[in-house]
T-cell receptor, first 115, second 114 residues
Framework: AQSVTQPDIHITVSEGASLELRCNYSYGATPYLFWYVQSPGQGLQLLLK??????LVQGIKGFEAEFKRSQSSFNLRKPSVHWSDAAEYFC?????????????FGTGTRLTIIP | ETGVTQSPTHLIKTRGQQVTLRCSSQ?????VSWYQQALGQGPQFIFQYYREEENGRGNFPPRFSGLQFPNYSSELNVNALELDDSALYLC?????????????FGSGTRLTVV
């Protein structure tokens, strides 16, 4: 069974600073990997996803993530954060060929932006 | 295109009662998945419905059940509510067969069990 670990429960970053959110996964093969963002009281919005190919993935809102098979990681990055990026971020993994599109989520990282 | 609509947005139930949550799929989608998100946790997969049949289930007891209707809308039913069922319930629709996990999530129903 697949699992996801997000080691950082809460991160505080100054506006304009760079950001990296960590995600480690456990799966027997190459999984499908996702990053979602959730604003308070809202559903989940997909930032980006990795299925195969280029290990550096570009997403919406200026986010990118890099798949590193050797480290079982899929860290999310942004070069310069904006106050509107404050939200909860979830990394998720899907199992190719599983017969259904079930996602397994991490526990999330809450991002706070300070002026 | 319309998004995913969930109703109600909030509700409060008493332990032991039953509850039905509703979800309208995004136009063009044929699959609905339900997730439970407890406070401070990530969403957990409850089950998925495709062609009105359950297509995968997470680690939830049988008192969690669902339906999908011909118009691809869906219901989540929870019987014999427990305090631990208090959570945000998220519905997501997708077009199965695309293989791209193209979920569209609704804003959720916040269930409080007292």
């Amino acid at each position: 069974a697949q699992s996801v670990t997000q080691p950082d429960i809460h991160i505080t970053v100054s506006e304009g600073a760079s950001l990296e959110l960590r995600c480690n996964y456990s799966y027997g093969a190459t999984p499908y990997l996702f990053w979602y963002v959730q604003s308070p009281g809202q559903g989940l919005q997909l930032l980006l996803k990795y299925f195969s190919g280029d290990t550096l993935v570009q997403g919406i809102k200026g986010f990118e993530a890099e798949f590193k098979r050797s480290q079982s990681s899929f860290n999310l990055r942004k070069p310069s954060v904006h106050w509107s990026d404050a939200a909860e971020y979830f990394c998720a993994v899907g199992a190719p060929g599983s017969g259904n599109e079930k996602l397994t989520f991490g526990t999330g990282t809450r991002l706070t932006i300070i002026p | 295109e319309t998004g995913v609509t969930q109703s109600p947005t909030h509700l409060i139930k008493t332990r032991g009662q039953q509850v039905t949550l509703r979800c309208s799929s995004q136009s063009g989608h044929n699959t609905v998945s339900w997730y439970q998100q407890a406070l401070g946790q990530g969403p957990q997969f409850i089950f998925q419905y495709y062609r009105e049949e359950e297509n995968g289930r997470g680690n939830f007891p049988p008192r969690f059940s669902g339906l999908q209707f011909p118009n691809y809308s869906s219901e989540l039913n929870v019987n014999a509510l427990e305090l631990d069922d208090s959570a945000l319930y998220l519905c997501a629709s997708s077009l199965v067969g695309q293989g791209d996990y193209g979920y569209t999530f609704g804003s959720g129903t916040r269930l409080t069990v007292v």
